[in-house]
């Protein structure tokens, strides 16, 4: 854009609401480190990611009808029966995949290159209360639809809360509406899905602005990067518009070719008085719905996934080495991988029937996770020789 | 960038740039298009509600100096069956004496005069006119009487006393028969 151009004279509307003013400073002018990658651009894949579950899910809650028969058969009649409503439907419902594909990968990022570290804690830990509220969104979104497995997934979630000391018990009948899934429900998940849904858009701006007050994060891991080795933001303009048209494009192939990839079909109805064989949640919540069977017990249960989130959150004071990412610290990139690939393994493990290996499958991948929290972490900070970090950030000639 | 390097480069690399710029625009404008377009379609009725607004009406039961009413759309729609005196009386009504003045060819079909199909709202504040039935009260004009505010229309549904300004509305219909119609 031409300077002369942009930077005249402030308008009526400029002077009085400086909104050029603030996208100037704020975004294209911003510095940012030079060495930022192609996963730097999730955290705006986040927001086209937020805004399109917004608008499709403001178009869905025009015919959504929160009852116990009526949500499944409403869903069904919308992709059917309304023009575009297969599109917009499953815009929203791949959405939550696209989403949660983008959040999984920008947590490894942080656990990986340590942006946890340098006066970050707070951005991270924000990051990590933004994840377990997407999880809720989704969570409830799920539940909402209505039908057999979405219902046995209310009431499973039902007896998690239930077995929280002292004031469980009220908290479920809370949750329910009731003793039961009944006709109260499922305006309670509606409306929990619309309000944490928009709570999640401020949590995101409190961790924009915490990100933005500490020193910037950068796959180096220098915490203070020289000056002359930042950038204007608008310099990674073709890089975030590379990812978008990635992410569009997987986007795309989902919504047309894989609608409702990896996530349980509904249409059978609620009954009562039987369960569906195998409730099995979407593939997001799938790691979390692993730990939750590792506990054996429900309290166990919502034990074991509480605990796995505070120790993601508490990463800041659990890493205490000097050297902050992983491009440094071959041990601990080793580490970070296996975890991943421990994720992958406990969530397939989790859409299993509860037979042959895959109990047990579960549990070592249980098990592990924690172990990497509580003893791999802290342990690889004191053993590891770590490689010497660059005091510039490296020029890589591409 | 390495071929801007020559001056007629510089300028051919210029307008190359200006086409991506179009192209871009282009491409873009087409996608935000397509999804404006969807999610305002969807805002439509569907095919659903469509194939329920058209269908046909039989007129053979209804007698003569009698009407029916059924719902087209939400709305209630009126079907009158005319006796030869009520065609020539709205027939003969001259002009002059309408509030709306529209001749009586262009509120029924050719060939079909004694047949009156309105939409039973009456046009000043949209309450629902009595008279379809014989016993029912039909006003001064032999036609419908608004129960609100005590406006009149003649045979035909053309207002005769206010506060209604304007005749009854005509929904699309058309004979497929002499006793059949399709309406919508």
Not at chain 2, 15 to 40: C, H, N, P, Q, Y
Request: glycine share 10%; charged share 15%; hydrophobic share 50%.
């Amino acid at each position: 854009m031409d300077k002369s151009e942009s930077e005249a004279a402030p308008g009526w509307l400029e002077t009085r609401l400086p909104l050029c003013a603030v996208w100037r400073t704020q975004w294209r002018d911003h510095l940012v480190p030079a060495n930022l990658t192609l996963v730097w651009s999730f955290g705006v894949l986040v927001a086209v990611a937020l805004g399109v579950l917004t608008l499709s899910g403001i178009w869905l809650g025009f015919a959504y009808v929160p009852t116990t028969q009526g949500a499944a058969l409403s869903i069904e009649r919308y992709t059917r029966a309304v023009n575009f409503g297969w599109l917009i439907r499953d815009l929203h419902r791949d959405g939550a995949t696209m989403l949660f594909g983008v959040v999984f990968i920008e947590l490894f990022r942080g656990i990986y290159y340590g942006s946890y570290r340098n006066r970050r804690e707070l951005a991270w830990i924000i990051e990590v209360v933004r994840f377990f509220a997407f999880l809720a969104v989704g969570f409830f979104g799920f539940a909402m639809t209505g039908g057999a497995v979405a219902d046995a997934a209310v009431t499973i979630m039902a007896a998690h809360i239930a077995a929280i000391p002292l004031f469980g018990s009220a908290l479920a009948h809370w949750f329910l509406g009731g003793f039961m899934v009944g006709s109260a429900t499922a305006p309670r998940l509606a409306m929990a899905h619309e309000t944490i849904g928009f709570l999640v858009l401020l949590i995101a701006l409190l961790g924009f602005m915490a990100s933005r007050a500490a020193p910037p994060a950068n796959p180096d891991g220098i915490a203070v990067p020289d000056p002359r080795d930042m950038v204007p933001q608008s310099a990674y303009a073709g890089k975030l518009f590379t990812a978008f048209m990635i992410f569009a494009l997987i986007f795309a192939v989902i919504v047309a070719f894989a609608p409702g990839l990896g996530q349980p079909a509904g249409m059978s109805l609620t009954s009562p008085m039987a369960m569906p064989v195998q409730p099995v949640p979407p593939w997001y919540l799938l790691g979390f719905h692993g730990l939750a069977r590792a506990g054996q017990s429900a309290g166990g249960g919502t034990l074991l996934t509480v605990a796995a989130l505070v120790l993601l959150g508490a990463l800041p004071w659990l890493d205490q080495g000097i050297v902050a990412s992983g491009r440094y610290r071959p041990l601990y990139a080793g580490f970070v991988i296996v975890l991943a690939i421990d994720w992958v393994v406990l969530s397939v493990a989790a859409a299993q029937p509860a037979t042959g290996i895959w109990p047990a499958v579960i549990d070592i991948a249980t098990i592990y996770v924690f172990v990497h929290f509580i003893v791999i972490t802290p342990l690889v900070t004191m053993l590891e020789r770590a490689h010497p970090v660059p005091a510039r950030i490296a020029r890589r000639t591409a | 960038m390495a071929e801007n390097g020559a001056t007629s480069g510089a300028h051919e690399g210029e307008e190359r740039r200006d086409f991506l710029k179009i192209l871009f625009g282009a491409t873009a404008a087409v996608g935000a298009g397509a999804i404006v377009w969807s999610f305002g379609a969807a805002l439509e009725p569907g095919e659903a509600a469509r194939d329920q607004s058209v269908f046909d009406v039989d007129l053979a039961p209804i007698e003569p100096n009698s009407g029916i009413s059924l719902r087209w759309r939400g709305k209630p729609v009126f079907i009158r069956h005319l006796t030869a005196e009520q065609v020539s009386a709205v027939e003969a009504t001259p002009m002059k004496d309408l509030l709306d003045p529209v001749p009586v060819k262009q509120r029924v079909r050719p060939g079909h005069h004694q047949y009156a199909v309105v939409i039973g709202i009456c046009p000043h504040r949209g309450c629902i006119p009595v008279g379809n039935k014989a016993s029912d009260p039909r006003g001064p004009y032999d036609g419908w009487l608004c129960p609100c505010h005590g406006a009149a229309f003649d045979a035909v549904g053309r207002v005769r006393r206010g506060p209604a300004r304007q005749n009854l509305a005509i929904p699309p219909y058309r004979f497929v028969s002499d006793t059949l119609i399709r309406l919508g």
